[in-house]
């Protein structure tokens, strides 16, 4: 067998699309989109999209299917970004494929997918990968590996001034207020009642104070010296991998 060597001269101006390299498929995708196609994914998305587009002329945006699509490929690809998202899609005939996307089709850029993510709330994104990975937990398809807990810490002064009592939903301020007029302190100001809520022997319970903007959040303490509190709110998570048969 002679050495090969690769070309440098100029490529040819044009390409018979039956000439082009075919990709076999990847083994995963494949069979997602053949779930995907069993549970008329397409027609879900697109209903489920229409309320956020414009009804009448114009030129048709990337279907909701596409986008989708790419997204699934970030997750499961643990593409943290769009752009990693829309590059991996352009340089794989096989993700191509999975999108629906014929040889001379262009995948949709960053841009795009940012555009798309813009238009469509939370709620959307939320139900459509409910709608996937349930099915696909059911088909066997996905895997849980391990439970992950997430905790978001949120600044310790930020959150006293947030927190209001559960029995009469006074604010942390009010109630501040009227511990100093069961002493008979009137009229303080704000600087009397920094220095008042200072000196006092602090007891915060979660059976007496909640956060009004995150039912979910828990006061803690913190293990230091600082009297600092802070809400904290915990959520567990499934891991799913993707399993390749």
């Known amino acids: 067998m002679a050495l090969g060597k690769r070309k440098r001269e100029q490529q040819d101006l044009w390409v018979a699309t039956c000439d082009l390299p075919k990709s076999p498929g990847h083994p995963f995708y494949a069979k997602l989109n053949r779930l995907l196609d069993e549970a008329e994914f397409d027609a879900f998305v697109e209903n489920l999209c229409k309320p956020y587009y414009k009804d009448g002329p114009g030129r048709p945006g990337i279907p909701p299917g596409i986008y989708f699509r790419m997204l699934f ?30 040889i001379t089709q262009p995948t949709p850029d960053h841009s795009t997918l940012t555009v798309i993510r813009q238009r469509l709330p939370l709620d959307v994104h939320e139900a459509v990968f409910t709608f996937v990975l349930s099915i696909a937990h059911v088909k066997k398809l996905l895997k849980g590996k391990s439970v992950a807990v997430d905790s978001t810490f949120i600044e310790a002064d930020a959150a006293m001034r947030s927190i209001v009592r559960r029995d009469t ?9 009227k511990l100093m007029a069961e002493e008979g302190i009137e009229d303080p100001t704000d600087e009397d009642i920094r220095k008042f809520d200072k000196k006092r022997k602090k007891t915060v319970s979660n059976k007496e104070w909640k956060s009004p903007i995150d039912p ?17 709110r915990r959520s567990m998570r499934l891991i799913l991998t993707p399993t390749l048969c």
């Not at 643990?78 to 993700?95: M, P, T």
Request: net charge positive.
């Open 216 to 232: 979910d959040a828990r006061i803690m303490k913190m293990k230091d010296s600082r009297t600092h509190t802070w809400l904290t």
């Open 73 to 102: 490929i970030g997750f499961f690809e643990g593409l943290d970004s769009q752009r990693a998202i829309a590059w991996r899609c352009s340089d794989s005939r096989s993700l191509q494929s999975f999108l629906g996307l014929s």
């Open 169 to 177: 939903g006074d604010s942390w301020k009010a109630y501040i207020r």
